[in-house]
């Protein structure tokens, strides 16, 4: 019976596969924004509101997705809608927080077309209802389905390790960059 205990392999829970998805969300979400201000401005600018290469308004879009919208995987129509609402909800207060804690705007679409104080467009609430359908439906499946690939074959206390690592170097990331804008 020992035996057969060890050689029961232990994986991350839930909250710790959560925390993986944000920051490999967050690190992509960071990758399309410079790739897109290259495309635009010909050079590359630093994006987002961190020193390190990831933007978690992507990682928590990712969760929000996977927590509160994949139930809705097989209705397209309720998982655009939902997101639309729960997006531009999300954006326009984040805008807002931004904000008023740094006096800075990371985002303007005040010459969009039907735009609210800049802060959401009409185009972008329209695009991630899109991105919603796409993403539950193609892209987390596709990563879940390497991740878990990936981790069967990675040691669970190298697992563990680098979570807490990116917790902790994401922590102080964020409290320099909270300096670096007050």
């Known amino acids: ?13 839930r909250k710790q596969i959560l925390i993986l998805y944000f920051f490999i969300f967050a690190f992509i979400g960071w990758i399309m ?3 897109y201000a290259i495309y635009n401005l ?8 961190l020193y390190g290469p990831i933007c978690p308004i992507y990682g928590f879009g990712a969760l929000i997705l996977i927590l ?10 309720k998982l ?6 729960l997006f531009s909800t999300f954006e326009y207060f984040v805008s807002y ?22 802060r959401i467009s009409i185009f ?20 879940k389905k390497k991740i878990n690939l990936c981790l069967s074959k990675i040691p669970y206390s190298i697992q563990i390790t680098a979570i807490y690592l ?14 670096r804008y007050i």
């Open 80 to 85: 655009f809608v939902y997101a639309v609402i």
């Open 33 to 35: 924004e410079t790739l």
């Open 166 to 179: 990116l917790c902790f170097l994401w922590a102080i990331d964020t409290i320099v960059s909270f300096i």
């Open 124 to 143: 972008y609430s329209f695009s991630w209802g899109i991105i919603a359908i796409i993403f539950i439906n193609h892209i987390y499946p596709f990563f």
């Open 1 to 13: 019976m020992q035996n057969h205990e060890k050689s029961k392999k232990v994986k991350l829970n």
């Open 68 to 77: 509160f919208l994949a139930k809705y995987r097989k209705d397209n129509f």
């Open 97 to 118: 927080g931004l904000d008023a804690l740094f006096a800075m705007h990371w985002w303007d679409y005040t010459n969009d077309f039907f735009n609210l104080n800049g």
């Open 42 to 49: 010909g050079c590359f600018t630093k994006r987002g509101f």
